[in-house]
C-alpha cells in the first residue's frame, strides 16, 4: 500500500471516528431512557407551507444498530435525506406516518392537525411504544409516556430520524402534486410562499391543496 492510500484511509478512519462520536452524543434521551424497549422519535413538517398536508413521522429505532449521518431533514441535501430514508425503513424497528390535509387543517387549525398527524403516526406503527420522544410538543389524547424535547432533531437521533422519513414523504408528495396541479412550482417549493407559488397563486386562484385560512393575505 503506497503512501496516498495510506493517508486515504487515515482520514477516511477519522471521519468515520468522528461521525460515530457525532451519533453516540445525540443518543443522550435514548441513552436515559434505555430501560424502556421501544423508544419512538416523532416529529412533523410542514406546518408552515400555504399549500398540501401536515406530515408526522414515528420510529422505533433498533438500539444495536446505528445509522450514521442522521441528523435534523433540513440540514441535510435531499440525495443524502433520500439515501437515509431507505435506510432507516430498512433498518427500523417500526415506521408511522401521519397526514392531515389542508382542508382539515382550515377546519381544526394547524397546531391541532399537527397534533392528529402525530397520533395517527403512533397508531400506524406495528408495535407500541413504550416511551415518545417529541421534537419539541407535548401530544394531547395519548397514553404514551412522552419527553418533549426543543430542537429535538438535532438532539435525538430517533427524532430526526421521524424528521427525514416524515420530510422525504411529504416532499415526494407535493412534487407528485406538481405534476396534476401545474402553475404553483410545487415540486420546487413544497407548498411553502415562494415567489414563483404566490405569482401562481394570484394568476389561477387557490388550488384544491391550498390551505384556504394561509392565503387569505395572497388572493
Known amino acids: 500500500m503506497n503512501k496516498r492510500e495510506e493517508e486515504r484511509l487515515r482520514k477516511q478512519k477519522e471521519k468515520l471516528e468522528k461521525e460515530m462520536a457525532r451519533i453516540e452524543a445525540m443518543c443522550v ?5 434505555d430501560m424502556c424497549q421501544y ?10 407551507p400555504l399549500a398540501g398536508p401536515v406530515v408526522a413521522g414515528a420510529v422505533i429505532l433498533p438500539k444495536d444498530n446505528p445509522i ?4 435534523d431533514s433540513k440540514k441535510l441535501s435531499e440525495k443524502k435525506r433520500e439515501a437515509l430514508y431507505d ?7 417500526a415506521t408511522g406516518i401521519g397526514m392531515v390535509s389542508p382542508a382539515r387543517i ?3 387549525n394547524i397546531l391541532q392537525a399537527t397534533y392528529e398527524a402525530m397520533r395517527q403516526a403512533i397508531a400506524n406503527l406495528k408495535v407500541r411504544p413504550d416511551i415518545l420522544l417529541n421534537d419539541a410538543v407535548t401530544i394531547p389524547e395519548v397514553d404514551i409516556p412522552q419527553v418533549p424535547i426543543i430542537k429535538g432533531d438535532a438532539k435525538s437521533v430517533s427524532i430526526a430520524a421521524a424528521s427525514i422519513i416524515a420530510k422525504v414523504t411529504r416532499d415526494r408528495m407535493m412534487a ?23 405569482a401562481g397563486l394570484k394568476e389561477l386562484g387557490p388550488s384544491p391543496i391550498h390551505r ?3 392565503i387569505r393575505n395572497f388572493i
Do not use: W
Not at 29 to 33: G, L, R
Not at 39 to 48: A, L, Q, T
Not at 87 to 93: L, N, S, T, W
Open 212 to 214: 384556504r385560512t394561509f
Open 29 to 33: 434521551y435514548e441513552k436515559e431512557y
Open 87 to 93: 435506510e432507516i425503513m430498512e433498518k427500523a424497528i
Open 68 to 71: 450514521l449521518y442522521l441528523n
Open 176 to 198: 407528485e402534486y406538481d405534476q396534476v396541479i401545474p402553475g404553483y412550482d410545487f415540486a420546487s417549493n413544497k407548498g411553502y410562499g415562494t415567489k414563483a407559488h404566490i
Open 106 to 108: 382550515d377546519e381544526i
Open 39 to 48: 423508544i419512538c422519535g416523532i416529529d412533523e413538517v410542514g406546518r408552515g
